[in-house]
Nanobody
Framework: QVQLVESGGGLVQPGGSLRLSCAAS????????MAWYRQAPGKERELVAS???????NYADSAKGRFTISRDNAKNTLYLQLNSLKPEDTAVYYC??????????????WGQGTQVTVSS
């Protein structure tokens, strides 16, 4: 009913940059808050950044000053610009969206995850 397709992950050297994208489709009436989470092996999934429909943003301390979250409401797409990447940023990054469907049913949707690896 609601599908999320993530892209943009990959292998990058320390100090490099990537831009992640998450495109939502399906039975969407309105998307409220959108967010990026990440999870490294052996660690809990953690919030990286979130953005409301009106583009109010919130960042984890580890992301402040390096990452930028943004969205295109017309395209139902979420972005995460990753700059000054460090090895400790290596993780699977997951897109999360809070959706009201065309029938006004609430859906907490997750993407499949995209791997970000920071290594020299």
């Amino acid at each position: 009913q609601v599908q999320l397709v993530e892209s943009g992950g990959g292998l990058v050297q320390p100090g490099g940059s990537l831009r992640l994208s998450c495109a939502a489709s399906g039975s969407i009436f309105r998307i409220d808050t959108m967010a990026w989470y990440r999870q490294a092996p052996g660690k809990e999934r953690e919030l990286v950044a979130s953005i409301t429909r009106d583009r109010v943003t919130n960042y984890a301390d580890s992301a402040k000053g390096r990452f930028t979250i943004s969205r295109d409401n017309a395209k139902n797409t979420l972005y995460l610009q990753l700059n000054s990447l460090k090895p400790e940023d290596t993780a699977v990054y997951y897109c999360n969206v809070q959706v009201f469907t065309l029938t006004r049913t609430f859906k907490d949707a997750w993407g499949q995850g995209t791997q970000v690896t920071v290594s020299s």
